[in-house]
């Protein structure tokens, strides 16, 4: 067993409480390591239900400096195949996407040499480059494939839309968000929900026209330091059938001590906030992403406040260093706890085949009827509670 759940905090239900602590075993294990420095900034799940995922290797391939590397596996965490791309000098790459045709497009930070060095890739099911372009911006952060097949992209202070081969159909400047634009996506209408950080913010969240017109843009919080790629913390997810958008960023919020995890829920119409939380430990707590989950919201980054030490009798029998990783599952009836590993990670995404899966330089596959054990056990105790509740109002009717 290679996981170790540590209980952050408990719910205390009027017939009973679960405050337990328990291991689970993982579907699969898997951590690619080559020389040289290396940095898993986005993975994805593919159609066929495996991965693809990209970032930075350094000293791999003969490229350069830092190159651009793009891999492939299997649902099993088989390597199908891995691909660097780059010049002599540095390059990485920061978000990746399957996209409607079985390929790939990739968005990072282009070579060192050249300026600008935002760019976007498509690569076909193969990795193969079908075309590359860069745009007038130092980073480019997250690229999204339209309904129509445009893609809808978020460089550093910009937001932009090019046509099915790249060329630029508009673009628009949203530097007052703050520079770090991490995250996107298109409702249904085609308008656009856009996260960022810094300018004094610990995130903005912005909603957009199809042609990059702004509907509201709103600020939150009142900012954060930035150490140890706090900045990289900024990411939504968007709930249509409730007509919201969670999302979750850096904080000092929260009173908990050092760097904390905000997560609000927001009104898709206006931006208007519905709650907020801020979460984390004695020490600093990082948000990386957060996406749907059944019942609620599953948040992975990492976490100072809760380290996990190495015991061969559950599994963990290699110390990653610095941060350990962090899960939370984040319910609607407000039951929150936590996951201690052993990297920082980076994405995290529900399968198809019903497993839950989280990553950084490794994959992690934790199978999802563990965690709906526990949800199963507080619908339990909630239907008791209101059977409880009937009894006594039985009874007072019964016997005034």
């Known amino acids: 067993m290679i996981n170790k759940f540590i209980n952050l905090i408990f719910l205390s239900f009027i017939l009973f409480s679960i ?8 579907t699969f294990f898997r951590k ?27 000293e791999n391939g003969g ?39 079985g390929g790939f497009i990739v968005s990072g930070l282009g070579p060192l040499s050249l300026s600008p060095r935002a760019f976007n890739m498509k690569l076909d099911p193969n990795g193969n480059i079908e075309w590359a372009k860069r745009y007038p911006s130092e980073w480019m952060f997250y690229s999204h494939e339209a309904t129509n097949g445009d893609f809808i992209s ?14 630029v ?22 308008d656009i929900i856009v996260t960022s950080t810094g300018n004094g913010s610990d995130i903005y969240v912005g909603r957009f026209t199809s042609i990059g017109e702004p509907v509201w843009i ?12 706090t900045t990289w913390s900024a990411k939504g997810v968007v709930n249509s059938i409730e007509n919201s958008v969670c999302v979750t960023s850096p904080s000092y919020l929260g009173s908990q001590g050092g760097e904390n995890i905000l997560v609000m829920k927001l009104n898709l119409t206006d931006g208007s906030l519905i709650w907020s939380k801020a979460v984390g430990g004695p020490a600093s707590d990082q948000s990386r992403d957060i996406q749907l ?12 406040s809760y380290p996990v030490a190495i015991n061969p009798s559950a599994g963990i029998i290699q110390n990653f260093g610095e941060r350990d990783a ?44 563990q965690y709906l054990g526990t949800l199963i056990l507080v619908w339990i105790h909630y239907l008791l509670k209101q059977i409880a509740w009937v009894l006594l109002l039985a009874k007072l009717i019964l016997h005034p």
């Not at 405050?19 to 993982?26: E, F, I, L």
């Not at 080559?34 to 290797?57: P, R």
């Open 19 to 26: 405050t337990q602590v328990n291991s689970q075993d993982n």
């Open 32 to 58: 690619y390591n080559l020389g040289g420095m290396q940095g898993g900034l986005q993975l994805a799940v593919t159609s066929d239900g495996g991965f693809i995922a990209t970032g930075q290797h350094e």
């Open 63 to 101: 490229n350069g400096e830092c190159d651009i590397y793009v891999y492939r596996v299997d649902l099993c965490g088989n390597i199908v195949w891995f691909k660097l791309y780059g010049t002599d000098s540095q390059e990485g790459g920061k978000s990746i996407k399957q996209t409607s045709d």
């Open 154 to 167: 978020l460089a550093q202070n910009s937001l932009f839309r090019s046509d099915a081969v790249g060329n």
């Open 169 to 190: 159909l508009w673009r628009k400047s949203i530097g007052f968000m703050g520079n770090m634009n991490l995250w996107l996506d298109e409702l249904s209408n085609g």
């Open 218 to 229: 709103k600020k939150y919080g009142s900012g954060y330091s930035d150490s140890d790629h």
């Open 293 to 304: 989950f059944p019942g609620g919201y599953a948040i992975a980054g990492n976490t100072a």
């Open 326 to 369: 962090l899960l939370l599952r984040w319910m609607r009836m407000e039951m929150k706890f936590g996951l201690g590993h052993m990297v920082e990670m980076k994405e995290i995404k529900q399968l198809e085949c019903n497993i839950i899966q989280i990553t950084g330089l490794l994959l992690l596959h934790i199978p999802l009827h």
